[in-house]
């Protein structure tokens, strides 16, 4: 008679606990897709930022060599054929540490809000 009973339980609870089981499922499932969708989205966005940065970069640092190239004397300049390179490249790793810094104090200020 127990046994009869068991099956009797399990066949009536069965059909409950699959269907429950089913929409977990499918709840968790969503809940992934929609991460992997968002993170897609944030590291898709970050790399096109990143991209579009470095063109801007290099536009800047072509108009800061021209830059320096007329402002050095030509003589100057023949003499020292690298040192128009060498101050563009000064001014543009000052300008890259203090973007840096700046950027990093946003960070953490974003970090110590959440």
Same mark, same amino acid.
């Given at each position: 008679?127990?046994?009869?009973?068991?099956?009797?339980?399990?066949?009536?609870?069965?059909p409950d606990l699959i269907e429950k089981t089913i929409e977990k499922?499918?709840?968790?499932?969503?809940?992934?897709?929609? %991460?992997?969708?968002?993170?897609?989205?944030?590291?898709?966005?970050?790399?096109?930022?990143?991209?579009?940065?470095?063109?801007?970069?290099?536009?800047?640092?072509?108009?800061?060599?021209?830059?320096?190239?007329?402002?050095?004397?030509?003589?100057?300049?023949?003499? %020292?054929? %690298?040192?128009?390179?060498?101050?563009?490249?000064?001014? *543009?790793?000052?300008?890259?540490?203090?973007?840096?810094?700046? *950027?990093?104090?946003?960070?953490?200020?974003?970090?110590?809000?959440?």
């Amino acid at each position: 008679m127990p046994l009869k009973a068991a099956k009797k339980i399990i066949e009536e609870e069965a059909p409950d606990l699959i269907e429950k089981t089913i929409e977990k499922t499918k709840n968790h499932a969503r809940e992934k897709t929609l %991460y992997l969708h968002s993170q897609f989205k944030e590291h898709s966005s970050t790399a096109i930022i990143a991209a579009l940065s470095l063109v801007i970069g290099l536009v800047w640092k072509d108009l800061v060599v021209k830059v320096v190239d007329n402002l050095l004397k030509p003589h100057i300049a023949s003499r %020292y054929p %690298y040192l128009s390179e060498l101050i563009t490249a000064v001014i *543009v790793t000052i300008f890259a540490i203090l973007v840096m810094a700046f *950027v990093s104090r946003w960070a953490k200020k974003e970090e110590k809000k959440s």
